[in-house]
Each structure stands twice: as structure tokens, then as C-alpha cells.
């Protein structure tokens, strides 16, 4: 693989209880610096695909099979989750996952558990208020009286605090209103062009993802049926038939 690929997903299948077979031989590769977008419907895979880069599967009673997985050329399968923090892999789980009983700001420092230096997790802290003002304006406030949106950017800004150079995001726009789906993806490129974290999102929402997204890769039944460039697959009549809802 090319030196500016950051992580190489090489002909993965994923069985879940030791007989159904989820992914059916998935490829994929992310440069570094880049915005990747894993697309398609409910159940084409894309959590399974996310799930089993961040080693995360086991819980759910599934196995990657076959196939390999590679960060700067380096075989990562065997890592734990807490491996793949130090790594500099971090993953926005679909649903938000921020504890409702912790105020924003306790659940952004929850994601500094791996850091030691204090200087440093208050400096992250602060360059997190930067990216995400209205988690800075919420900062005392109790995670279950937030907003679906807020509670995004918080698992979002609660990731970023890991200082990763690559985050897994599943499903950023689930439940969201468009204009809050818009603000999160705005503060994702933002992040991608600044700070030069690398992005993989599994969504279902074709338009939103192929107006930030570098580069996607279409998913259906555990496999990839398509690839290529965002602006290329956007005006690619297949894609617009069948998954951007114009004829
Ligand atoms: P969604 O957007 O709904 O999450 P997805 O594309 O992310 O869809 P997956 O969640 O990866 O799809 O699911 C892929 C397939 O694997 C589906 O058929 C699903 O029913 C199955 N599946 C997911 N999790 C498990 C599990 N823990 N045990 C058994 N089957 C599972």
C-alpha cells in the first residue's frame, strides 16, 4: 500500500455467534488526512465494518474471520480497544453513548483516561470549547438535559480527547435535525483540515456525507459494490437512483 495510507482493511469477513457471516470480504483503505464515508442502507454493514477496526466485536459475539487489518502497514487485529486509543484510534459508537449523569464537561474528560499530564488534558479541553462552543456554554450541564445534537458533539468532543490521529464515527446524523447534522459535519472538516485528524464515518445519509467526504465506499450485504471519489460518486447516476433519491 501507498505510504499515505493510514489504515488498510484487506478482504475482512465477520461472523457474529459463530455462523452468520456479516461481511463478506470488505476493502478499504484511508489515506491519511482524509474524510472517508462508508454508505448504504440499515444492515448493509457499516457498524460491523467500524466495529471491527476498533477491535470492538467481541462484545457483540462476533469474530473477524479472515482478511487483515493494517495501521501505517502494522497488523492491529489482535489489539484491544484500549491498544487502539494508544494508537491513536478512537471510536464515536452510533447512539452518542455520553453518560447521562455526568455534566458535559466530566464526560469530555472521561475520554482523557489514557493521558497523564494535566496541562495537557486542560489545554485539550480548551481546544475542544474552540471546535464545539455550545458544549463550552454547556458545560455544567447534565448530559440527560442536553439536546440529541449536543449529545453528539459531546461523544465527538469526548473522543477528541484521546488526541487521535484517526476517528471512527458511526452514524453522526442519526435522530438529528438536518440543520444540526450540517453543524456536525462543518465542525468535522473544520477538525479534519486543522488539526489534521483523519476521519471514517459510516453513514446512511448518502447527501450529507458525499458534500464533506473525500472519498466514499458503498456498502450492501456485507459487501462493497462501489468506490471512488465523493464528487464522482454524487453525480454517478447509480448512486443518485438508488441512494440520493433522484431519478
Ligand atoms: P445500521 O445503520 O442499521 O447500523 P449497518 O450497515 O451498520 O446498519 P450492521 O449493524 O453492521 O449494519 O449489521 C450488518 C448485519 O449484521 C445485519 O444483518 C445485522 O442484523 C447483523 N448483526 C449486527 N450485529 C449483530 C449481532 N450482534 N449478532 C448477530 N447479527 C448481527
Given at each position: 500500500?501507498?505510504?499515505?495510507?493510514?489504515?488498510?482493511?484487506?478482504?475482512?469477513?465477520?461472523?457474529?455467534?459463530?455462523?452468520?457471516?456479516?461481511?463478506?470480504?470488505?476493502?478499504l483503505?484511508?489515506?491519511?488526512g482524509?474524510?472517508?464515508?462508508i454508505?448504504?442502507?440499515?444492515?448493509a454493514?457499516k457498524?460491523?465494518?467500524?466495529r471491527a477496526?476498533?477491535n470492538?466485536?467481541?462484545?457483540?459475539?462476533?469474530?473477524?474471520?479472515?482478511?487483515?487489518?493494517?495501521?501505517?502497514?502494522e497488523?492491529?487485529?489482535?489489539?484491544?480497544?484500549?491498544?487502539?486509543v494508544?494508537?491513536?484510534?478512537?471510536?464515536?459508537?452510533?447512539?452518542?453513548?455520553?453518560?447521562?449523569?455526568?455534566?458535559?464537561?466530566?464526560?469530555?474528560?472521561?475520554?482523557?483516561?489514557?493521558?497523564?499530564?494535566?496541562?495537557?488534558?486542560a489545554?485539550?479541553l480548551?481546544?475542544?470549547?474552540?471546535?464545539?462552543?455550545?458544549?463550552?456554554?454547556?458545560?455544567?450541564?447534565?448530559?440527560?438535559?442536553?439536546?440529541?445534537g449536543?449529545?453528539?458533539?459531546?461523544?465527538?468532543?469526548?473522543a477528541?480527547?484521546?488526541?487521535?490521529?484517526?476517528?471512527?464515527?458511526?452514524?453522526?446524523?442519526m435522530?438529528?435535525?438536518?440543520?444540526?447534522v450540517?453543524?456536525?459535519?462543518?465542525?468535522?472538516?473544520?477538525?479534519?483540515?486543522?488539526?489534521?485528524?483523519?476521519?471514517?464515518?459510516?453513514?446512511?445519509?448518502?447527501?450529507m456525507?458525499?458534500r464533506?467526504?473525500?472519498?466514499?465506499?458503498?456498502m450492501?450485504?456485507?459487501?462493497?459494490?462501489?468506490?471512488?471519489?465523493?464528487?464522482?460518486?454524487?453525480?454517478?447516476?447509480?448512486?443518485?437512483?438508488?441512494?440520493?433519491?433522484?431519478?
Open positions: 500500500a501507498p505510504s499515505n495510507i493510514l489504515l488498510n482493511v484487506n478482504g475482512i469477513e465477520v461472523i457474529y455467534n459463530h455462523v452468520i457471516l456479516v461481511l463478506k470480504g470488505v476493502s483503505q484511508v489515506p491519511q482524509a474524510i472517508v464515508a454508505l448504504g442502507g440499515n444492515g454493514g457498524t460491523t465494518t467500524l477496526i476498533s470492538l466485536l467481541q462484545g457483540e459475539r462476533g469474530a473477524v474471520t479472515k482478511g487483515s487489518i493494517e495501521l501505517r502497514g497488523r492491529i487485529e489482535n489489539l484491544s480497544p484500549a491498544d487502539l494508544h494508537r491513536g484510534v478512537v471510536q464515536v459508537m452510533e447512539g452518542r453513548h455520553c453518560f447521562a449523569h455526568l455534566t458535559i464537561e466530566e464526560n469530555l474528560l472521561t475520554g482523557a483516561y489514557t493521558r497523564k499530564s494535566k496541562a495537557e488534558i489545554a485539550n480548551e481546544k475542544v470549547y474552540t471546535y464545539f462552543p455550545r458544549l463550552k456554554t454547556r458545560r455544567g450541564s447534565q448530559a440527560a438535559y442536553t439536546s440529541g449536543e449529545q453528539q458533539m459531546c461523544a465527538i468532543g469526548r477528541l480527547m484521546a488526541n487521535p490521529s484517526m476517528v471512527l464515527l458511526d452514524e453522526p446524523s435522530g438529528l435535525a438536518p440543520q444540526i450540517e453543524e456536525v459535519f462543518n465542525i468535522v472538516q473544520d477538525l479534519n483540515q486543522k488539526e489534521k485528524v483523519t476521519f471514517l464515518l459510516a453513514e446512511q445519509n448518502t447527501h456525507a458525499l464533506y467526504a473525500h472519498y466514499g465506499y458503498i450492501e450485504s456485507g459487501r462493497i459494490v462501489m468506490d471512488g471519489a465523493a464528487a464522482d460518486l454524487a453525480s454517478n447516476e447509480d448512486v443518485k437512483e438508488f441512494y440520493l433519491g433522484v431519478g
